[in-house]
């Protein structure tokens, strides 16, 4: 029921400018973004188990299997690396600002920024973490596209001040019909195009905390766009959102996982 | 008359005009001397500053020759480049396969396997590192160990909340109220309120100070540290220049680093004590500090390290300290009825003029380093180093650190001290070295998730193309435990490499680079090409360099010096040619009367000619003979003496603190021969007018 009326507030929502093929408000902008986000978000917990790739060129591949967890409400994430054997037990969290690397091997911390490239690849935190677009970055619309088949919005992203994000600029296509991002350019200071990701397929679930559906990509494609040989191919392969442990996000539980 | 005597009557005649004309042989004679000495001093000094370059390249880090892998993109810079650590040498898959061919080939003495790259070490913030030591403790069941170092913890939270607190006095209201959050969690971290569980709970505790307190007291420091990885016996063995100076050598067949010394006091010590250092060392050699941009700069600099100072003192430390500094200073310890801040004390006492350098530098030592980690780490401690691997990948390894050592001669060079040395097995690990079962697992991990790449320029038209909706609805989540079927506790580090290893297990995998040294290293041009010969012969695709390739610029250095001595020295002798010529055409002119009645009693051409040569070849043999025993004396009494090297590039240059030159008699016969050269050919167009003299114009001459 919920689903439905959500389903039918989205369609009145996007309804109306696309009818008339004139640009977004500002305001509107911020709610779409809003809508965005809150669609991604759970009010419980989120477990994904996610498999990254990269490649580059003349170099090996990087493969590894890993479980996110999410607990949006404290805004706390954990990527914890199961595979690989020789990178299983490694892990980043996320308290606050701040990102935290745990290496097994040597039992250490590290603290990390925000530009951290995931295990080396070209994913960032961001990349797994909820969706934070309306609170961190004010929105410009900059034109109606298509992408393959699909009508699309495109926006532009600057990050508002104070705020630390691994890209201050970000470029967006969101489907007309439901949106969804498609794709997304991510860009330097300087204005220099960084990275493009795709995501080719959202996938909805039902969440018993949150009562509406939770969205996730199902993949996300990025292509680096300083490198060009080089891309990273992330597959959410399962989502839980039943609670997690209280005491998960903490450096002692992601300590204990491989000892 | 006889040949002799006729070249007896030459020569007379020749002192006879040298002598008649004594200015003009003066001044050739000068030019020609000075010439000389000019080219055997230049070339005495440069084939020995030649000859400690080589000793500095070779005996350090470089060998007689280098070897890589012809698939490297970036030419080999074993004294590194501008890439920190990033260059593409390509690499060689397996050491013993070049070990057993080159090691054949005649006049190679040895073969070192050798992996250069950057790492980097963190220093943690001062509550960060107290708060990893209590972690530790309270993991070995030690709480009553980590609750000694609470007031510790709680001193460094103490400053961190003075320090916001001044922040907050003067920041914007923008971020005042992130401030004032920051600031509830200081107040937090030192209420009695939260120390009262840590008995109970020390771990929640201190995942609190941890994750939410330690971050806002700064990020520590970051080290980058070059490293070689090797077979550290076999370096130690060929390379005699290495000297561990504290510690022991690493092992055979244990891991472990050796830390450059040059390296731990440049980069590693603390700044307060780098600078102290830098001063002392410079009121020594009596250098002012007021006066030299430089020194005063590090002054200034010096003055602002009392805060990193008092954050790494324990409070009782603190207290006793405080009373020293006030004591040596001559201050009360309270003014206006308050005890005296130590942050001003310090200050105090790190503010360093010409006359009390030397003794603050001493205090430092004998008082404060005690108390303080000067050093991040000592002899004998396990460190962390990071690196990424050739997949950019972060990669990090404990590694013991088992001493420190120089390069004998080169201890104030920072070119070789800035090279540490690391066994090959962490090197292996660090560069993220694969083996064929690490491979297999990952594509046993791609198979399962079985989802393509898709090619960058029709991603958009392969993804969007089709005009499905991009939504799907799968209703439930997935319940799953990846974490359990993992196990993540038997799962253990990769196996590519081990803890302990023997000699062949050494030997036996990836390096990047290889020294080659010679049984004798006057041969290199030959050996070089017979190692290319024997390396092509079995199918091995390698580069080999000399020692001068392999340190990039440094080893061209001594060509470039050359170069430019043997300009000056054509130009000096370019000028010498035509004064001589000049002179000679003058005497010529002057002499048309001689000439005329020499040819009229029967002189031939040859022998005016011969008469002129020998004029020049006398003047030129005394004076250059001469010029070039000057240029030997003072070669000579350079050696005796030694020429300072003024600073660090020079001690490399002159592989060590001075240059001690030495002349051969290969110098003096060059420089004579050459200034013989010069004399002949200019000479030979005066003469050549000379004989062209008729006896009809001597006696025209005399009318």
Redesign the interface.
Known sequence: MRHSALALALAAFFATPVADAEPLSAAQMVDLLKEIDDRQRNSGDY?A?A?I????KD?????Y?T?IYRRDADDKLMI?F????????KGY?R????L??Y?????????RTERE?I???DSRRADFDESRLAVEFDPAYVGEAK????PVHHLKLTAK??VDAAYPVIELWI?K??G?I??AQDFALSGRLMR?A??????????ASKGT?VYFP??I?I?DEVE?EN?T?I?M??????PLPANMF???WLES??? | MSGFARLQLLVYMALRSLWAHKVKSLIVGSLIGFGTMLFVLGTALLDSIEGAIERSVVHSLSGHLQVYSADGKDELAIFGDMTMGGADWGRIDDFAVIDEVISKVDNVEAVVPMGINTAYMTRGSDLERTLGRMREMVRAGQVADARALVPKVKRLVGLLDADLRNQLVIAGEDSAAELKEKLARAERAASDALWATFDSEPLSVLEFLDTRVAPLAGEGRVMFIRYVGTDLGRFAEHFDRLKVVRGEMVPDGRRGILINQKYADRVLKIAAARLLDDLAEAREASIPIEGTAELAAKARRLKTQGGAIELMLDPDDAEALALKLATLLGVETERNGEALDLGVLLELFLTVDDDNAIARHAFFYEQVAPLVDVYPFSVGDVVTIRAWTRNNALKAVNVRVWGTFVFEGLERSELTGAANLLDLMTFRELYGQMTATDRAELEAIRDEVGVEFVGRDNAEDALFGGGDSVEIDIGADDDFDAVAEADLKREKRTMAVSEEFDAEMNRKGLVLNAAIMLEDGDRIAESKAAIAAAAEAAGLKLKVVDWQEASGVLGQLALVVRVILYIAIFIIFAVALVIINNSMLMATMERVREIGTLRAIGAQRGFVMAMFLLETLVLGLIAGGLGALAGAGIVIWLGNVGIPAQNEIMVFIFSGNRLFPTVGAEHLGLGVIIILIVSLVSTWYPARMATRVEPIEAMRGAD
Do not use: C, H, M
Not at chain 1, 198 to 207: A, D, F, L, M
Not at chain 1, 237 to 242: A, E, M, P
């Open positions: 477990k188990l498999f790739e990269q490649r580059e170099k090996e591949k990087v493969v299997e479980v914890l199961l595979r690989p054997k020789a990178e299983a037990g969290l308290v606050d600002e701040n935290f690397i290496d097994p091997g040597v039992g250490k911390w590290e603290r490239r295990g080396g690849t992408l393959g088949k699909f001040d104070g489907d019909a439901t969804n498609l794709k493009t795709y995501y080719p397929k959202w996938r909805r679930i039902e969440s559906p199902e993949q494609r292509y060009k891309q191919l597959v392969r399962k989502v839980d959102l039943d903490t450096k002692a996982q491989s000892r």
